[in-house]
């Protein structure tokens, strides 16, 4: 190993241990703000949509297209058809905004509808997970949906940092897809349990507990695989 590298190696006990957990505490803090859309404007944005006012559902599009596109690539590992998906999603909800009976309820029933467009497609197959990287319109490559790895400055850091991301995203894809659903809902999306409940239709108890396994199962995962790689079985 050389010395370049041996450094943040060394120091993968320290950052694995606070990497899930700065998230968790991050969702808990950033829930309410994650909502990002005012209540009052979010009811005039669906009943102006549920009166065939395109404006205003594409308003919607714009505020919730990322964080639905960001949830189905999670699910599928697979860009375009995280991006085919989407478009699903968005033609379904617009068809079928009259069903939404509460407008407050809008994010969760989108997410639902997503969720479904998932099942339907991947129903009895495994989707096939590719790389976790995806480009925005710069070219530049980013997380597909959020920074998992902690804030760098060196370039010891940035290795570091790097190689945290790619594990840590690897964990979360190995998941089984029970977990790994309301894992992303809520380390990544930052949802409420009682929004995620809503969303996968089990009780609240059930993903509470699912939460909290798939939180100890990316753990897990994470220290045996830095323990098989860099000869770190004993973390703790």
Not at 123 to 148: C, F, N, W, Y
Request: proline share 3%.
């Amino acid at each position: 190993m050389n010395d370049f590298l041996c450094s943040p190696i060394c120091n993968f006990s320290g950052c694995l241990q606070s990497i899930v957990k700065e998230k968790e505490h991050k969702a808990a803090s950033d829930r309410k703000a994650n909502s990002g859309v005012d209540p009052e404007k979010l009811d005039a944005l669906v009943n102006s949509a549920k009166s065939g006012d395109i404006a205003a559902f594409s308003e919607l599009y714009g505020l919730y297209g990322k964080k639905i596109l960001n949830y189905i690539f999670r699910l599928t590992g697979s860009r375009e058809e995280a991006e085919d998906l989407m478009q699903d999603t968005f033609v379904l909800a617009f068809k079928n905004l009259d069903s939404l009976k509460e407008n407050a309820k809008f994010q969760s029933w989108l997410f639902r509808i997503a969720q479904n467009n998932v099942f339907q497609k991947y129903r009895g197959k495994t989707p096939q997970m590719e790389s976790i990287d995806i480009h925005d319109s710069s070219g530049e490559s980013t997380s597909a949906v959020t920074e998992l790895a902690t804030p760098t400055k060196g370039p010891e850091d940035k290795v570091l940092s790097a190689e945290l991301e790619k594990i840590v995203q690897r964990a979360i894809n190995e998941l089984p897809e029970k977990y790994r659903q309301v894992f992303v809902l809520s380390a990544v999306q930052r949802l409420s349990y009682q929004e995620i409940a809503e969303i996968v239709g089990r009780s609240l108890a059930s993903v509470k507990s699912d939460i909290h396994r798939a939180r100890v199962e990316v753990r897990d995962k994470i220290k045996e695989y830095l323990g098989d790689n860099y000869g770190m079985s004993n973390l703790h």
